[in-house]
C-alpha cells in the first residue's frame, strides 16, 4: 500500500464522539430517541385523524358537504403539522443531560 493510502487508512478522528462509537453515552441517544418517539405519536395521530376523514366522506350528503368535510380535514392537518414542527424543534433544543462515568 502506498504512503498515500496508508494515511487514508488511519483511525477515525477520536476528537470527534460521532466518529468514534466508543465515545456515545446515554446522553446523545436521548434526543434521537426521543424524536423518534414524538414521530410515531404523531404520525398514529394523523393516521387516525384521516381513518376518520375517511369514514366521515360515507356520511356525504352532497358536493358541498363533501368540500366541507375536506376543507376541515386540510385545516385540522396544517395545524397539526405546524404544532409538530414546533414539539419537534423543541425536543432538539433540549440539551442533552449527561452520564455520570461508570464507575
Request: glycine content about 2%.
Amino acid at each position: 500500500m502506498s504512503n498515500r493510502h496508508a494515511a487514508t487508512a488511519e483511525k477515525p478522528n477520536s476528537a470527534s464522539p460521532l466518529l468514534n462509537p466508543l465515545d456515545w453515552n446515554q446522553a446523545k441517544l436521548d434526543t434521537p430517541v426521543k424524536l423518534y418517539g414524538e414521530m410515531m405519536r404523531f404520525m398514529a395521530q394523523r393516521l387516525q385523524a384521516q381513518a376518520s376523514f375517511l369514514q366521515g366522506l360515507a356520511d356525504c350528503q352532497n358536493p358541498t358537504d363533501l368540500m366541507s368535510r375536506q376543507a376541515s380535514f386540510l385545516q385540522n392537518a396544517m395545524e397539526a403539522y405546524s404544532s409538530e414542527a414546533g414539539r419537534s424543534w423543541k425536543i432538539l433544543q433540549e440539551p442533552a443531560t449527561p452520564q455520570p462515568p461508570a464507575a
